[in-house]
Nanobody
Framework: VQLVESGGGLVQPGGSLRLSCVASGFTFSRYGMSWYRQAPGKERELVATIANAGGSTNYADSVKGRFTISRDNAKNAVYLQMNSLKPEDTAVYYC???????????WGQGTQVTVSS
């Protein structure tokens, strides 16, 4: 099982980034997918979630209207489009695959997002 994130980097406040996560080693279309983030000295927090079929999404209040989660089951990929970035969005962003029915969760290694002028 592997989840590989990419797309992080340094961006100015107000800018945009698109994170990608490519999965392998499991049946991607059977798993819900989430993005989490962890800032220095803080607990990991849930940012956004998308159902396995892609029809249902949920967002943390802090990112609603600015971030969009999407997935492409044909490419085994999930994305996080981040717009109007703020310094408080600075964190390591992690991709997570979950299947509640069998209590299984997989994590990526994380990608750093830094929002700074």
């Amino acid at each position: 099982v592997q989840l590989v994130e990419s797309g992080g980097g340094l961006v100015q406040p107000g800018g945009s980034l698109r994170l990608s996560c490519v999965a392998s080693g499991f049946t991607f279309s059977r798993y819900g997918m989430s993005w989490y983030r962890q800032a220095p000295g803080k607990e990991r927090e849930l940012v956004a979630t998308i159902a396995n079929a892609g029809g249902s999404t949920n967002y943390a209040d802090s990112v609603k209207g600015r971030f969009t989660i999407s997935r492409d089951n044909a490419k085994n990929a999930v994305y996080l489009q981040m717009n109007s970035l703020k310094p408080e969005d600075t964190a390591v962003y992690y991709c997570n695959a979950f299947r509640l029915a069998i209590s299984v969760s997989h994590w990526g290694q994380g990608t750093q997002v830094t929002v700074s002028s």
